[in-house]
């Protein structure tokens, strides 16, 4: 069965100490592996896509990157307004199956 | 350009009502997407639309609930007999025929079953 693990639940921060959140998946060929943003009282806004083990994509103050079993979120240098909850998900067949979500708060 | 958009944001029913939830797609987007957010839980995929083709409604959690899409484009939830544990956040996305996959999600439709 696909599953998708995120680690850790939550995380606070002070601002400018990076970090790195944790996405553990099973799935039966992977066929993307997605990185989304969600405020509260909003939908999730995409991130980031990786398709293949070694890959990595960055956007501003994030990296993530991606191993056949796992995928990081590192945050380098976070600032108050990073503070959200950060969603992994995995696609399978015609749908994402998503983590739980970590919980980020960045304090000033 | 527009983003997914839904209606209503909120929506206060009570037991036993019936209740529609409206989405419209991003413009061009073939592929269209409901999600359930429960507290404290992930997004539980519930159906999914592509072009002409059926719907697949394998993650709808009962026959009380169904989905269909206009024209290819807009699309409507209906929960019917409205139960307490469906009260839920209720997520559309849409994403475009190039084969990116990348799900673009509306702002949700908040629905709270008294």
């Known amino acids: 069965e696909d599953q998708v693990t995120q680690s850790p639940e939550a995380l606070r921060l002070q601002e400018g100490e990076s970090s790195s959140l944790n996405c553990s998946y099973t799935v039966s060929g992977l066929r993307g592996l997605f990185w989304y943003r969600q405020d509260p009282g909003k939908g999730p806004e995409f991130l980031f896509t990786l398709y293949s083990a070694g890959e990595e994509k960055e956007k501003e103050r994030l990296k993530a990157t991606l191993t056949k079993k796992e995928s990081f979120l590192h945050i380098t240098a976070p600032k108050p307004e990073d503070s959200a909850t950060y969603l ?3 696609r399978s067949t015609n749908k994402l199956i998503f983590g739980t979500g970590t919980l980020l708060a960045v304090q000033p | 350009g527009a983003g997914v958009s839904q209606s209503p944001s909120n929506k206060v029913t009570e ?24 507290l404290g839980q992930g997004l539980e995929f519930l159906i999914y639309f592509q072009g002409n083709s059926a ?8 026959d009380r609930f169904s989905a269909e899409r206009t024209g ?12 307490q544990e469906d009260s839920a956040v209720y997520l559309c996305a849409s994403s475009s025929p190039s084969g990116a996959d990348t799900q673009y999600f509306g702002p949700g439709t908040r629905l709270t079953v008294l």
């Open chain 2, 55 to 62: 719907p697949d409604k394998s993650g709808l959690p009962s």
């Open chain 2, 15 to 38: 037991k036993g009502k019936d209740v529609e939830l409206r989405c419209d797609p991003i413009s061009g987007h073939t592929a269209l997407y409901w999600y359930r957010q429960s």
């Open chain 2, 72 to 83: 290819g484009s807009v699309s409507t939830l209906t929960i019917q007999r409205t139960q």
């Open chain 1, 88 to 90: 992994c998900a995995v």
